[in-house]
């Protein structure tokens, strides 16, 4: 029996933001960060179950003050990630039971909606892997060594890519398995780059949202208050 499932990583410490508490559980709009991230999954008719992705420490925290408190049935598993994010990533592919499609998200992404969780389902139903992404708003600048433009790529194929990313569960679970028998990582930076490397499919790009922005600053906080207030009235 296939089942979609879909890992959301919430390891951060809150660090880079000045704050004195990881950044998932900072509060935005009367709710902590994460909770909107497992709320759209909670949600999604087409996900049958949620790994959700913390510290070591954080995991008891996680079950009580966030999946049992606001009802997230869905969680399946809370599990501790690693030191870097396709570590944390492994550790919840490890957890995963199903053999269908894995949504891999930042919980970090609080603006994800059933809009562009329907057109991740729907490409990667024709292609396997499907990231979401947007094109570029601005012209990009590629570098040499010593910092002068070395060359300027066509904007219209430049794209900034997002999570979710969608795969085939059993394709990205054997694309991790190679990537964590090779000692040299430094190319994988998402989950779309292990499967480019490691993997047999290419990965297509899905247009997303402007607003699917990830909070890495606390004006990234004021940001999504704003656009899930919109959401909130529409």
Do not use: Q, S
């Given at each position: 029996?296939?089942?979609?499932?879909?890992?959301?990583?919430?390891?951060?410490?809150g660090k880079r933001m000045g704050l004195d508490m990881p950044k998932q559980y900072a509060e935005v709009n009367g709710y902590?960060?994460?909770y909107y991230s497992l709320k759209a999954f909670q949600d999604c008719g087409f996900i049958d179950g949620i790994i959700l992705v913390t510290r070591n420490e954080d995991t008891d925290y996680c079950r009580v003050e966030?999946?049992?408190?606001y009802g997230f049935t869905k969680v399946k598993h809370i599990v501790a990630g690693g030191a870097e994010r396709y570590a944390s990533v492994y550790s919840g592919l490890k957890a995963l039971?199903?053999?269908?499609?894995?949504?891999?998200?930042?919980?970090?992404?609080p603006c994800i909606n059933p809009?562009?969780?329907q057109k991740l389902y729907d490409d990667v139903r024709c292609h396997d892997a499907s990231v979401a992404a947007v094109l570029s708003k601005d012209t990009v600048k590629v570098s040499d060594s010593e910092g002068f433009v070395a060359d300027t790529p066509d904007r219209g194929r430049v794209w900034i890519v997002q999570t979710p990313q969608v795969f085939d569960a059993s394709e990205l679970k054997a694309a991790y398995d190679s990537m964590m028998r090779d000692a040299d990582r430094t190319a994988v930076t998402d989950d779309a780059s292990v499967m480019e490397r490691y993997g047999e499919r290419k990965v297509h790009l899905c247009e997303a949202s402007y607003?699917?922005?990830k909070v890495t600053t606390k004006e990234d906080l004021l940001t999504v208050a704003n656009f899930l207030q919109k959401n909130s009235t529409n």
């Open positions: 029996m296939k089942l979609n499932y879909a890992i959301v990583l919430a390891g951060g410490n902590p960060l994460l966030i999946a049992e408190r039971n199903g053999d269908g499609y894995v949504f891999v998200h930042d919980g970090a992404r809009g562009i969780l607003t699917n922005i």
